[in-house]
C-alpha cells in the first residue's frame, strides 16, 4: 500500500506542477496568454499525468481488495515484483495515451481567436477551438474516456462492492474498524478523483 500511495504523491506532485505555475503566471498577467508550444507541452504531460493516476487508483483498488478480502494470501499474492509491474503498467499506460491522443489534437485546425475559458490546456478545450472537423478526435475523445475512465470507475466500485460484502460478514469490531482503515485513506482519495 505504500508503495502505491509513494507513486501517487509523486503523480499528484507532477501534476499539481504541471498547470500551476502556468495559472499563478496568469492571475498577474493582464493578457492571460500561454504558446503554443507550451499548450502542447501542458495538453501531454497533463494527459499522461491523469491516465495514469486512473489507472494507478484502479492498482491501489486490487491491493486493497486483496488486503481485505484475502489477507492471509497479501504477501504472496502482493509481491515486491508485483506492485513494480502494476506501477509500470500504469505509467506506461497514461504515456501511451498521451501519445496517442496529444498530436491528432494538436493537428487540429483551430479558430483564430484561440481562447481557452480554462486554466489548463486540455482536449474538450481544444476541439471548442477548432473550426474543422472534430469527429475523429471527438470519438477518441470518447473511446478514451471509457477506457481509463469508466472501466476504471467500474473496477473500483466492484472492488469495493466485494470489500463492503466481506467486511460486513465479519463479526468482530477490532476487524472491521482495520478493514476500513485499509480502506477509507483510497477511497477518499478516489472520491475527490
Known sequence: MYF????????????TTSFVPQMLFNLW???KTMSF???????FIFLFLGTTEC????VMTFDSYVAV????????IIHHRLCGQLAAVAWVMGLAQSIVQTPPTLR???CPHWQIDDFVCEVPSLIQLSCGDTTYNEIQLAVSGVIFLVMPLILILISYGAI?????RISSAIAWRKAFGTCFSHLTVVTIF
Do not use: R
Not at 37 to 43: A, D, E, K, P
Not at 69 to 76: E, I, R, V
Open 164 to 168: 463492503a460484502w466481506a467486511v460486513l
Open 29 to 31: 498577467d493582464p493578457k
Open 4 to 15: 502505491f500511495l509513494s507513486n501517487l504523491f509523486f503523480l499528484d506532485l507532477c501534476i
Open 37 to 43: 508550444f507550451g499548450c502542447s507541452v501542458q495538453l
Open 69 to 76: 478480502c484475502q489477507p492471509l494470501h497479501y504477501a504472496t
Open 55 to 58: 489507472i494507478l487508483l484502479t
Open 108 to 110: 487540429l485546425p483551430f
